[in-house]
């Protein structure tokens, strides 16, 4: 089977820029989007306040949501969808108010499947996330997609503006990201991300990163897959897709 590949990513602020709660942040989708794309759309902040964190415009699509990861005064939620062909506006996040100065931030990054038009994307591992000791490199333990045709997205998140760098892990990239995403709107912190495709249902390594300054904070992982659809034209909705994978033969 063929691996999707990475076709974008934007975000809000760009690296290095400011940006705290209370707001609401949108990212302009990268341009040249095709029905049947992955939309990712992450937002993190220098807080353990899931709550605070809400898809407040959705563009259009229909998104899915996970529970996301809160440790060490810092969390990320994720949103995903596959895209319809058509956006209606700019996605968001809103980002209740809280104590002191959170700093907020939004990604999106977009994946294409290797048959992008007759393509069902479906979550194929659960959002898996983790606490991150002080440490260099920060370390991400591998996983195991369960489906072939995959992407696996790993996301590294300390409070201080670190650069990252010497990203390690047979089979993992960073190619069309930013190397960190740096936010200084009052209390810092940093993300970076990475990525790894698949044309087979195979183990990731692990794989690991080093901060320019070690600190705490979290990380995550989860992995999506996309089949084709069978010949009785399902809808591309999760609802469906064990149907999808049965119509293939691996």
């Not at 898809?55 to 939620?77: I, P, R």
């Not at 300054?213 to 591309?236: H, K, L, V």
């Amino acid at each position: 089977m063929a691996a999707p590949t990475f076709f974008g990513v934007a975000s809000n602020p760009a690296d290095n820029g400011a940006a705290n709660e209370p707001t609401t942040l949108a990212v302009t989708p990268p341009a040249s989007m095709v029905t049947g794309d992955l939309v990712v759309l992450i937002g993190w902040q220098r807080s353990t306040s899931l709550a605070s964190m809400t898809l407040s415009a959705d563009g259009g699509q229909k998104w899915e949501t996970t529970v996301g990861v809160a440790q060490n005064t810092s969390s990320a939620k994720v949103f995903w969808c596959q895209f319809d062909g058509v956006w209606t506006a700019d996605p968001s996040i809103a980002f209740a108010a809280q104590g002191g100065t959170i700093t907020s931030h939004v990604a999106m990054l977009v994946f294409r499947s290797a048959n992008p038009i007759g393509a069902v994307w479906t979550l194929c591992n659960a959002f898996l996330g983790a606490a991150e000791a002080s440490a260099s490199p920060v370390v991400i333990t591998g996983i195991t997609p369960a489906r072939p045709d995959n992407v696996t997205l790993a996301m590294w998140l300390i409070t201080n503006i670190s650069t990252w760098g010497t990203l390690s892990g047979v089979g993992w990239s960073k190619t069309g990201l930013t190397a960190q995403y740096r936010n200084t709107g009052g209390s810092d912190t940093s993300a970076s991300f990475a990525y790894q495709l698949q044309g087979v249902a195979a183990p990731t390594n692990d794989v690991s990163q080093v901060p320019s300054t070690a600190t705490t904070g979290c990380s995550f992982t989860m992995a999506w897959a996309s089949a084709p659809i069978n010949d009785r034209t399902i809808a591309p909705d999760t609802d469906h897709v064990e149907d999808a994978y049965e119509a293939v033969a691996y």
